[in-house]
């Protein structure tokens, strides 16, 4: 399924970052969901385990689930994909993103299927809290 993304929705990183430092030291990760083409929706695994690998592997994992991609932190601040990473980024979506401690707003990167840096642009939208995907 291939999809246009325009960007991401600045309450959606928001939010990453806030779940990324309450799990901090442990990982945070999610699938990306994205709605007329602006990331809007993280889809987070009840259970997770929050091992680096095990984390977005899981995630990976899930059946019928339609994702432009996926988004962990990493808790040693390095903002780099590990070899691991790049296997499982290649597998679904085309935008992945990686985000750093101390969870600060310019702390992430977003990452292409084939784990080139690509920009994201963060924008100003309103999220309807009352769909539902
Ligand atoms: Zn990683």
Do not use: Y
């Amino acid at each position: 399924m291939k999809m246009m993304i325009k960007g991401i929705a600045r309450e959606t990183l928001n939010f990453i970052m806030e779940a990324s430092k309450s799990t901090f030291p442990n990982e945070f990760a999610g699938l990306l969901q994205a709605k007329d083409g602006i990331i809007t929706d993280i889809l987070i695994l009840p259970g997770t385990e929050s091992s680096e690998v095990n984390a977005v592997l899981k995630l990976f994992m899930m059946p019928n689930i339609s994702a432009v991609g996926s988004v962990h932190s990493h808790p040693s601040s390095v903002i780099r994909p590990s070899k691991a990473d790049l296997r499982l980024f290649s597998k679904t979506g085309n935008h992945h993103i990686i985000v750093g401690h101390p969870f600060g707003p310019d702390n992430w990167k977003c990452f292409s299927g084939s784990g080139e840096e690509i920009s994201l642009d963060v924008l100003d939208v309103e999220i309807e809290d009352d769909e539902l995907v």
